[in-house]
């Protein structure tokens, strides 16, 4: 279990490293950052103010090692366009992304485990059929575009919730359901499949045999064993939806850390993209590492791997 | 031994009736999202990119008080929605094509050769992979578009960089499993290079696994864009692409929901089609690529 955590542990910090690198080239695949942060009426003596003030006369090396030193003690820089740093708002913006991303995997999860289970029960019935292509519509259907059609229905036709901000937790409602829509086929997909491997069974068998309830045999038995793969692929959606949190961030203008990325990548603020990147980068990271370790301790044979 | 048959038999024919309908429509889908795209300089009844300031936001067929020039209506500048729908059916085709052929090349190489050679090599590829997985694509595929100036050349540069995880994982799982089969040993023994065997045995065999990939990976790619020209850093304008008429046309959409439908429907009916065609090629197959 000890090797399994500490190699499990290396390799996260290895990702790290490496999202870090190709966060800091890519910001600096646009050429000489100093032009366009100055702006286009800037004189060739403002443009080498720019580069001073922010350090980008020095070589790109020690630019390189300059930001990894800094960051991995936490410090992440200053923004061009706030005047501030870039960890203080990344930490203002980050409750939203939070609370958004987790009131999706709720709404993901409160769907797909009914939906999943009822589908195994009824494996190759018409109801099996119609939640599999409710999936298959989930995965077709463009999120941003989901997120107006509801903005229209819900919000303007019905008047039930805002259209956008956050002042209530009712902000939250649409947000999430758009966001969820992401997750549910593949969550529905793997209780299904999960259930039914389970349903067939021998303690299954077993437990028919006991004259166990239809209920504890599917709840007790049969559910705490699919259920591991789906706790697991959840937590590693939760890490995909906050990084495609950005698009629905803006569709719904909630001002969270995907809406901070998208202001700063049109200012050509650089800092604060490298380091949205980074962080949600590493929060997937972790929670992949969660997911594995989560197996590791439900399912003791993954020990070995 | 009967009586699996016998069960199997059961099972299967309702199922395969009703799945191979969903193909089939997936097929005829994609079949005329094809013809489309290739035919659309023809196919267009007015020029997708032309003004006419006079008759902007004229309403489609099935409302009151529509213009029989303009099926599906005008957009805000007047131009015909119909002709940029198709327009934009040709763009989307392009970008989906485009972008899984080149990251096809890039996962499958990966993969292949992480799944065959094994060791560190392997060790190489999967570390890649993990790495792949933990960026967030949409975000990083912004910021490049957003800080080196959006045009179709680089969208389609940075989506083949960053939609190559799927085709590597499959790619290295399939050719795992290959490798150490019996005809892979006897072209050893009949004295095959290493690329022969690769070319010749591997990639045949694993080819119908990648197909269904590719399907998977032009709806997700042509997704992607529409996201991507949605929030403004994809297609450049006045390209009429998908997501870009959306994001053009939002300012309307509470007083003309039409404008925000029609290429919302047209996205979701396309991507829909392939993913119906992707997995009834994957039963076809008898091909596992769920994770």
């Given at each position: ?29 646009s ?42 003690t ?20 980050m ?95 793997l ?18 045999a ?31 939806m ?39 980068s ?24 | ?39 659309a ?94 960026i967030?694509?949409?975000l ?12 179709m ?20 799982s ?45 709806a ?12 403004g ?59």
């Amino acid at each position: 279990m000890f090797r399994f955590l500490v190699r499990r542990l290396i390799v996260a910090l290895l990702v790290a490293a490496t999202v870090m690198t190709l966060a800091f080239v890519m910001t600096r695949l646009s050429g000489d950052l100093a032009i366009s942060i100055a702006g286009p009426s800037a004189t060739q003596a403002d443009i080498t103010a720019v580069r001073k003030a922010y350090g980008l006369d020095r070589p790109m090396l020690t630019q390189f090692f300059d930001w990894v030193g800094h960051a991995v003690t936490g410090d992440l820089g200053n923004s061009f366009f706030f005047q501030r740093r870039v960890s203080s708002l990344i930490g203002e913006r980050m409750p939203v992304t939070l609370t958004l991303g987790i009131t999706g995997l709720l709404i993901a999860l409160l769907v797909s485990l009914p939906l999943g289970i009822l589908a195994a029960v009824r494996e190759n019935t018409v109801f099996d059929r119609a939640v599999q292509f409710v999936t298959l519509i989930g995965q077709a259907m463009p999120s941003f575009w989901l997120g107006l059609l509801l903005m229209i229905i819900f919000g303007l036709q019905l008047g039930w919730l805002p259209i956008s901000g956050t002042e209530s937790w009712q902000g939250f409602i649409m947000p999430g359901i758009v966001l969820a829509f992401s997750a549910i086929p593949a969550l529905t997909r793997l209780t299904r499949a999960g259930m039914i491997q389970a349903m067939g069974s021998d303690y299954i068998r077993t437990a028919r045999a006991k004259g166990l309830s239809r209920a504890s045999i599917l709840l007790k038995h049969a559910l705490r064993n699919a259920a591991i793969p789906v706790v697991a692929v959840a937590a590693v959606a939760l890490g995909f939806m906050l990084g495609g949190s950005i698009v629905i961030e803006q569709v719904f203008a909630l001002h969270g850390v995907g809406f901070l990325a998208w202001e700063s990548i049109a200012k050509n603020d650089f800092p604060v993209v490298q380091a949205v990147v980074l962080v949600l980068s590493v929060i997937y990271v972790a929670l992949t590492m969660f997911a594995d370790l989560l197996n590791a301790v439900l399912d003791p044979r993954l020990r070995g791997a | 031994m009967s009586v699996t048959a016998v069960n199997a038999g059961s099972n299967r024919h309702p199922r395969r009736g009703w799945k191979s309908a969903a193909t089939w429509i997936g097929a005829a889908i994609v079949g005329v999202a094809a013809f489309c795209a290739i035919f659309a300089p023809l196919l267009v009844p007015h020029d997708p990119f032309a003004q006419d300031l006079g008759k902007r936001l004229l309403v489609p067929f099935w409302m009151e008080g529509t213009d029989p020039q303009h099926i599906l209506g005008t957009d805000q500048l007047g131009r015909d929605y119909l002709s940029r729908l198709i327009w934009g059916c040709r763009i989307s085709m392009l970008i989906g094509v485009t972008v899984s052929t080149v990251s096809g090349l890039i996962g499958i190489t990966i993969g292949v050769l992480g799944g065959f050679l094994g060791g560190r090599v392997d060790d190489a590829v999967l570390f890649a992979i993990t790495t792949r997985l933990s960026i967030p694509v949409v975000l990083v595929a912004l910021s490049v578009v957003g800080l080196l100036g959006s045009s179709m050349t680089l969208l389609l540069v940075t989506l083949s960089l960053l939609l190559w995880d799927r085709f590597a994982v499959v790619a290295r799982s399939t050719t795992m499993q290959v490798r150490n089969l019996d005809y892979i040993a006897a072209a050893w023994c009949a004295g095959c290079s290493r690329f022969r065997i690769l070319t010749r045995e591997v990639l045949p065999n694993i080819a119908s696994h990648l197909a269904v990939v590719a399907t998977l990976e032009i709806a997700l790619a042509i997704l992607l864009e529409a996201t991507l020209s949605f929030l403004g850093l994809g297609v450049p304008p006045p390209l009429p692409s998908w997501g870009l008429m959306i994001a053009e046309a939002k300012d309307y959409m509470f007083f003309s929901p039409w404008v925000i439908v029609i290429p919302g429907v047209a996205l979701f009916v396309l991507v829909l089609g392939i993913n119906l065609l992707g997995d009834g090629l994957r039963d076809q197959f008898g091909a596992r690529t769920d994770q």
